[in-house]
C-alpha cells in the first residue's frame, strides 16, 4: 500500500512538473532592461531571437537602471535582458541563466589628451559614470572622485564641455553616443578597464523556463550564430544613429 502510495506521489509530481513547464513557455513574458545604453539596444534584439527560437513570446521595456532591478527583482516583471555576473549574487530572486549572451567592455571616454590603462589611473581624474549601471559602479566603488549622472547623454555633454575628465560606459555605447552628440573631441582613452559576460536574468518564480532557454543559448554560441547575430546588430545600430545637426 504504500509503495502504491509512493509510486502515486511520483506520477503525480511528474504530471504537476509537466503542467508547470507548459504553463510557464506558453504565456507571454515581460522583461526590462535598462534604457540609454547601447549594449541593451544589442541584448534585446539577441533576448527576441533566443525566445523566437523557443517559440515563447515576449516584450522588453526599457527602464533606468535602478527601477529595472526593481521591477525584475520584485517579480512584477519577469526579469532582466542582460546583466553582469555579479547581480546574480546580490539577488537571488534573480535566476542567471548559466550560459553568458554578450560581453561589456567597460572603457574610459574623455575630451582631453589623457591615457587610461588601469583602474589604479582613475584616481587621478575627475569622473563620470551612469545610476544604475553595475560595472561602472563596481569599478568606481572606492574611489571618491565620481559624479553619478541620471543617463548617458549627460555624461557624453559633461565630457564635451569639460566638466569632467573621463567618463565611464560601455565601449559600443560610448561610440554609439559620440555618434550621436556630434561631439568628434570624446574618443576613447587607454584600454579596456574591465571585460565582463553578460548574462540573461530570469526571476525566480518562472525558474522552470531557465534550462529551456539556457540550452538555445548554448546551442548559438556554439554553433557561432550568437556571436555573428551580436556583430551584425552592433554594425545596424551603429549606422542608424544619425548625428544632432
Known amino acids: 500500500m504504500i509503495k502504491i502510495f509512493l509510486n502515486l506521489c511520483i506520477v503525480f509530481n511528474t504530471v504537476f512538473m509537466i503542467f508547470d513547464v507548459y504553463a510557464q513557455t506558453n504565456k507571454k513574458y515581460h522583461f526590462v532592461r535598462i534604457k540609454g545604453l547601447s549594449e541593451q539596444v544589442v541584448g534585446e534584439k539577441l533576448l527576441f531571437e533566443i525566445y523566437r527560437r523557443a517559440k515563447i513570446p515576449i516584450d522588453i521595456t526599457p527602464m533606468t537602471g535602478s527601477r529595472a532591478l526593481a521591477e525584475a527583482s520584485s517579480g512584477r516583471k519577469d526579469g532582466e535582458t542582460l546583466r553582469v555576473f555579479a547581480l546574480g549574487n546580490k539577488y537571488p530572486s534573480l535566476i542567471r541563466v548559466p550560459t553568458a549572451i554578450s560581453t561589456l567592455t567597460t572603457q574610459g571616454f574623455s575630451a582631453k589628451n589623457i591615457d587610461i590603462n588601469t583602474v589604479e589611473d582613475l584616481k587621478k581624474y575627475s569622473l563620470v559614470r551612469v545610476r544604475g ?35 565611464l560606459t560601455g565601449r559600443l555605447n560610448g561610440l554609439s553616443l559620440i555618434k550621436a552628440s556630434g561631439l568628434s573631441q570624446v574618443t576613447i582613452v587607454g584600454k579596456p578597464l574591465k ?51
Open 195 to 245: 571585460i565582463l559576460p553578460l548574462y540573461h536574468y530570469i526571476h525566480k518564480k518562472n525558474k522552470a523556463l531557465v534550462p529551456r532557454i539556457d540550452a538555445i543559448i548554448k546551442q548559438m554560441v556554439d554553433s557561432g550564430d550568437m556571436k555573428k547575430l551580436r556583430e551584425k546588430y552592433e554594425r545596424e545600430y551603429l549606422d542608424s544613429i544619425n548625428p544632432i545637426r
Open 133 to 167: 549601471v553595475q560595472h561602472t559602479k563596481n569599478i568606481t566603488q572606492s574611489l571618491k572622485n565620481v559624479h553619478v549622472l541620471p543617463t548617458s547623454e549627460l555624461l557624453i555633454e559633461f565630457l564635451g564641455r569639460g566638466r569632467a575628465d573621463v567618463g
